[in-house]
Nanobody, 114 residues
Framework: QVQLVESGGGLVQAGGSLRLSCVAS????????MGWYRQAPGKPRELVAS??????ANYADSMKGRFTISRDNARSVDLQMNSLKPEDTAVYYC?????????WGQGTQVTVSS
């Protein structure tokens, strides 16, 4: 069993920055791929960024150059978001892949005002 908890969401003005964090707990004994997804009202959940067990980062095109995903250990992952735009407004979810299963946090709200 794995539990994920996100934090760091909030309200910022366009052009501002925000840093999200995710901490996993439970039956985790090695590094796993992790990532961030987001879902805006009326839209499907989409990939924001992911990081492999080797530390390679992948970004959606609209996030590349503005967002940075990083991790310090097997149980955490951060997302640094810069130059935020109103269209970045969404609930951001942390994801961890383990033994063929996907685990999700409850999400943290990010709202970018113009």
């Amino acid at each position: 069993q794995v539990q994920l908890v996100e934090s760091g969401g909030g309200l910022v003005q366009a052009g501002g920055s925000l840093r999200l964090s995710c901490v996993a707990s439970g039956n985790i004994f090695s590094i796993n791929a992790m990532g961030w997804y987001r879902q805006a009202p009326g839209k499907p959940r989409e990939l924001v960024a992911s990081i492999t067990t080797a530390g390679r980062a992948n970004y959606a095109d609209s996030m590349k150059g503005r967002f940075t995903i990083s991790r310090d250990n097997a149980r955490s992952v951060d997302l640094q978001m810069n130059s935020l735009k109103p269209e970045d407004t969404a609930v951001y979810y942390c994801n961890l892949a383990l033994m063929g299963n996907n685990y999700w946090g409850q999400g943290t709200q990010v709202t970018v005002s113009s």
